[in-house]
């Protein structure tokens, strides 16, 4: 996932270079900090954000990002309670809504209930609290019965003595292909690596709405709470793309038919950019056969691709990685966040530095560092991003055609890898990509478990990778698409691997090993496809070392892709 950059964010970038100031605060850094100002702006506007009500800011990378992203999440869903036990506290009382719309008085919900209230609704009993009462009670009842304040340990203490409810702990829904930094913020958040939960995915490596649904009604079942969805746009090792759409679907029906809601985060980290793709140059959104039109009138992206990228504006927070398809220089991370309220939960004023005197100032902060993680992070990130989207605008004329021609060399690759003569062994590939990774592997049917097949393809990895012992004219990674969160790609993979896949279940627990190339070079999809067939040839090459003998009378087919079969192609 490592390409040059553009030529305007270099230049940007070595210019704040020469300072390169610290752009967590407006004191120190007066220019750069707009400049990161408004390319949250920019991103927000790519995306279908509203500026005036989100808010957004620039950070090392999406590990960060996410964790912002969650951390607000879960101070947001359970402000509720600390509301209402505040108001009960101020001997106030006020009125909230519910996820099927209807209102109720706050006093009057039980723990499940406060722990279901919609992210907007939450964050509307954010500004009632304020209006009830004066600032500083409510400074003081929040500190007393906040998360944020008591930590988890006192908070349960507590929330157990105030209902008189052994309410389980709230869990994080996440598929199997979601980053590992997932698993990394929920340990560090205190929520713990137990409470992620994993959603099955389908052959395309997404998540599977309808399995999303039914592990929403398992958990309502049993009084869990769900704190937060994560959906991905762009996985890391496939560039797969969720169905986001049908992800907040699914949320609708959980909060009209179960009383049920939570925050739904989507980790576009690699795949955010390509929302450039939908964008007119006048800010409009392209329908589908337009967004076809910019690739060039191929049969690829699908409605259902447009319909996922375009749903990024009903996420409640996302994180998209400029140095990934942004083609920035490092670090350049992004999250923004569709409710700018939420930001106060976890608002912390240092006393050294000139804040906003008023709570409700939406106008530009002096100080980003008082709604964030990093205490420093540096203003030439944002001066190369900021350089980059005004020289190349984020719609389909400018960065849009960056990723349309990313996209059209994977789906080149793609076709040229299945149709490739890999004989005595055979390719088998995962569908077409989302984005521009495209992933397979090498098979011979003397292979007959993962072990077995998994050390041919690790064969291959290792010469073609960068710690190769000789450096080879082409690069490609590698992945392990592991059980269980895999079942729902493994299963109709091994199913192509031939004879009736025993033994390669039987050995499931290893994984599969699944080679990766990576597109990122937007002139290759300009009709280069010598270098996807030297790609091809350099793979088949590295094969021919692996010892696996021709069983006799065994025929080898030239291909086997997941939903398709081409013929052979030799360079």
């Not at 390409?3 to 850094?29: C, D």
């Not at 036990?85 to 039980?110: C, E, H």
């Amino acid at each position: 996932m490592l390409s040059e950059q553009t030529i305007a964010a270099q230049a940007a970038y070595f210019a704040a270079m020469l300072y390169n100031p610290n752009n967590v605060s407006g004191e120190v850094a007066p220019v750069t900090t707009r400049l990161e100002g408004e390319v949250a702006e920019q991103l927000a506007r790519m995306i279908g954000y509203d500026p005036q009500r989100c808010w957004g800011h620039l950070t090392s990378g999406g590990t960060i990002a996410n964790f912002e992203a969650l951390w607000i999440a879960r101070n947001i869903h359970y402000h509720p309670v600390a509301a209402c036990l505040s108001a009960l506290a101020l001997g106030v009382d006020i009125p909230v809504s519910l996820p099927d719309r209807s209102l109720a008085m706050v006093s009057d919900l039980d723990l499940w209930q406060l722990l279901n209230i919609r992210p907007e609704s939450a964050l509307d009993l954010w500004d009632k609290l304020w209006l009830a009462a004066p600032r500083p009670a409510v400074e003081s009842a929040l500190r007393l019965h906040s998360v944020a304040g008591l930590g988890y340990q006192d908070y349960t203490r507590q929330l157990a003595g105030e209902f008189d409810d052994p309410l389980a702990a709230g869990v994080v829904l996440a598929a199997g292909t979601s980053h590992y930094s997932w698993a990394k913020i929920v340990a560090a958040l205190g929520v713990g690596s137990n409470q992620l939960v994993s959603v099955p995915v389908g052959p395309e490596c997404r998540m599977d709405p309808d399995a999303l649904w039914r592990e929403i009604v398992s958990l309502t079942s049993d009084r869990i709470p769900i704190m937060a969805c994560v959906s991905t746009c762009g996985t890391t090792e496939q560039a797969a793309v969720d169905d986001l759409q049908r992800i907040v679907e699914v949320r609708e029906r959980a909060q009209r038919e179960l009383g049920v809601t939570f925050h739904i985060h989507a980790d576009a980290c690699y795949g955010g950019y390509a929302a450039s793709l939908t964008r007119a140059p006048d800010g409009s959104r392209l329908a589908p056969s337009a967004v076809r039109d910019v690739c060039g009138g191929a049969q690829w992206p699908t409605d259902q691709w447009v319909r996922s990228i375009s749903a990024l504006e009903s996420a409640d927070s996302v994180s998209i990685d400029p140095h990934k398809l942004g083609y920035i220089p490092y670090p350049a991370g992004a999250f923004l966040l569709k409710d700018r309220r939420g930001r106060e939960l976890v608002s912390t004023d240092p006393p050294y530095l000139a804040v906003a005197t008023s709570r409700d100032d939406d106008g530009d902060q002096r100080v980003i560092g008082r709604f964030i993680f990093e205490g420093s992070k540096p203003g030439a990130s944002a001066a190369a991003a900021w350089m980059s989207h005004k020289t190349i605008p984020l719609n389909s004329a400018g960065h849009g055609r960056i990723i349309a021609s990313t996209l059209k060399g994977a789906h080149d690759l793609h076709a040229i890898i299945g149709a490739f003569d890999f004989t005595p062994f055979r390719v088998v590939q995962l569908p077409e990509p989302d984005l521009n990774i495209v992933s397979f592997l090498l098979h011979h049917p003397s292979l007959a478990t993962l072990t077995e097949l998994n050390a041919l393809n690790e064969m291959i990895y290792g010469e073609l990778s960068p710690n190769a012992k000789m450096p080879a004219p082409y690069m490609i990674t590698r992945t392990t698409l592991t059980s269980p969160g895999y079942d729902g790609a493994l299963e109709p993979l091994i199913s192509l691997l031939g004879g009736d896949g025993r033994g390669y279940r039987e050995t499931i627990a290893e994984g599969l090993t699944v080679l990766r190339a990576t597109v990122m070079n937007p002139f290759s999809g300009e009709g280069n496809s010598d270098c996807f067939l030297g790609l091809a040839g350099a793979v088949h090459q590295v094969a021919m070392r692996f010892p696996t003998p021709q069983p006799a009378g065994v025929a080898c087919p030239a291909s086997n892709t997941l939903g398709r079969e081409v013929g052979a192609m030799s360079p």
